[in-house]
C-alpha cells in the first residue's frame, strides 16, 4: 500500500536526488513519473494505492525510495 502522503515523501525523496535542471527548471524523469501518479490520485480522490495498481517504473521509485529509509 502506499498513501498519498507517503508518496509525497518519495517525490520530496527523488527531488533532492535529482533536482529540476535548466533554465525552464524541468523536473527529472524520476520526479515526473511520480508527480504523473500523484496527479492521478488527487484527481480519481485517492488517499492509497496498492503497489500492484502503478505502472512498474513508479513501483521501482517508490521500492527505492522504500529502501534507502531503511
Not at 515523501?9 to 524523469?29: F, K, M, T, V
Not at 495498481?53 to 521500492?63: G, H, K, S, T
Amino acid at each position: 500500500m502506499l498513501t498519498l502522503t507517503e508518496l509525497e515523501d518519495a517525490i520530496n525523496y527523488w527531488r533532492h536526488q535529482r533536482p529540476a535542471s535548466g533554465e525552464e527548471c524541468a523536473l527529472s524523469p524520476e520526479v515526473n513519473v511520480l508527480a504523473g501518479l500523484y496527479a492521478l490520485m488527487i484527481f480519481y480522490r485517492r488517499h492509497d494505492v496498492t503497489l500492484e495498481q502503478i505502472e512498474p517504473q513508479a513501483r521501482q521509485l517508490i521500492e527505492s525510495w522504500r529502501a534507502s529509509r531503511a
